[in-house]
């Protein structure tokens, strides 16, 4: 396995949190895998954002507002 870190966004409503996360590669057709952990660390990320919990967000990773441009 070779481990590549990467960030992941995350979108909820009108804020996108980006999270840290180690990607395992492998040689066969499913890969790459993301621990459990990781995988976790995404679904927190996306139940922060959704309660509007910006505190826990920004413990997860950083946090983003988007705003609109344009009609």
């Known amino acids: 396995m070779t ?3 990467h960030a992941k966004l995350v ?3 009108n ?3 980006e999270v840290n996360v180690t ?3 492998t040689d066969d057709g499913w890969s790459p895998y993301l621990s459990l952990e990781d995988a976790y ?3 927190d ?3 922060a ?3 509007s919990d910006f505190e826990r967000a920004t413990r997860l990773g950083r ?3 988007l705003t609109p441009i344009g009609g």
Do not use: Q, T
């Open 63 to 65: 946090v983003y507002e």
């Open 45 to 47: 990320m996306r139940d």
């Open 49 to 51: 954002l959704r309660r």
């Open 15 to 17: 804020c996108v949190g």
């Open 23 to 25: 990607l395992l590669y």
């Open 3 to 5: 481990p590549k870190h």
């Open 11 to 13: 979108h909820e409503g």
């Open 41 to 43: 660390k995404l679904d």
